[in-house]
């Protein structure tokens, strides 16, 4: 066997050594709901931007768009984000999910075209508009939450 | 007597408004009166119906629309003010404490008939109330003139003179109106308020959620949000961190908070800022009760 062919025998191996273990990590769901709670707390980050600048009347109001972008962007992970079921016990995602499917994607397609109006809003600078799609991404965030988030235990309201 | 001015000023558009525009902001005032729509079943605007999980059993919202057969359509004034603030329906029965009368008592008689107007504005739904599920001694109404002995004190709400316009707005919107106390602040044994745990947060809030200490206190309470904070989460339900109201609580704000002025939000901050601190990990009581 030369040389190259040997690299390109390894390289096979390898390549699909890595799919393996990909697989098996996916099948085990190991790092997913990690995954998904960076993904909330993004999500969490920069709402809570948003809600900074307009709270305090921060001088960042041209900031806005680039928060409602992020937004934007992360909203539509979340869905993707909960393809595959996994759970712990104390997490926060309900089986209910899974079960109610397709409600849970209206749910979460809510909350992406709020964020759609968001920077639509912040586009135009219209800080009043931006004030009202933020109430909408917060109502989005609780309207999903209600049915398909088990109450956490810390200080929460 | 400037501050009061000022407020006065700041009412003045509220005055000039109708009694069913007045009456409508009361009842965002008072969450929406959410619990009067049963949501989870697709059920008519304030037609009742709903579920409310209580330690003792499930009681059912009732229809508060104007239908006159199974609503409250033939209510007199008299009839609303003395459910509002005294929780006795119109043929003498006692209200069940779940309908928080015991905070609307503290409500001005022109705002309960305010109210009134608001309510009477709106599609009568026909719907006959469904029945409690209360075992005995609970299903026992009389039972409830003693509870009321044990727990209830009529009296409207009295501003005091040593505290700012914006604050005695709070007070008034937080003590009556908002009913912030009923969920709050947890209950004794007999479902009184335990009074000098006032809003320091329930393990048995309605429908069995946990409702949060709302004091100032910095590690179990709010101490640590700003008053823009209160304002802005009664405005979106997103909390200084970004995450989101639960259950209950958002959608009191969704129906009701999130529709008021931000001058009274603003007094609402302002009042619970100015609540005595009390240290009340939920998590420690959820323990016990266990």
Sequence with gaps: ????????????????????????????????IEYREKVMKVLAAQSGAVGDILKYKLSYGGDILVHAKGLQAASKLVMPSFKAKAMKDGGGARAEIWEKWEEY???????????????VAAE???MKAVGAAMRAVGGSCGNCHRPFRNKHDHHDH | MVLWGLWGLYTAAAQAQSPIERGEYLFRASGGCSCHTDLANGGAF?????????????????????????????WSDADFVRAMREG??????????????????RMRERDVLDLKAYLFSLPAVSKENRANELPPPFSWRFVLSLWKALHFSAGEHQADASQSAQWNRGAYLVEALAHCAECHTPRTATGGLLGDMAFAGSVEGPEGEWAPNITPDSTTGVGTWSKPDMTWYLQTGLEPDGDSAQGLMWEVIEQGYQHLSEEDLGAI??????????????GKERAAAD
């Design chain 1, 1 to 32: 066997m030369s040389i190259q062919k040997t690299v390109k025998f390894l390289l096979c191996c390898a390549l699909f050594t890595s799919a393996a273990v990909w697989a098996e990590d996916e099948q085990s769901g190991e790092g997913r």
């Design chain 1, 105 to 119: 994607v209206a749910a979460a397609k809510v909350l992406e075209d709020a964020t759609n109006e968001l920077v």
């Design chain 1, 124 to 126: 135009k600078g219209d």
């Design chain 2, 46 to 74: 304030m037609a009742g119906g709903r579920a409310i999980a209580t330690p003792f059993g499930s009681i059912y919202s009732t229809n508060i629309t104007p239908d006159a057969e199974t609503g409250i359509g033939r």
């Design chain 2, 88 to 105: 006795i329906a119109p043929d003498g029965s006692h209200y069940y404490p779940v309908f928080p009368y015991t905070s609307f008592a």
């Design chain 2, 269 to 282: 901050a302002t009042y619970l800022q100015s609540l005595n601190s009390i240290e009340n990990a939920l």
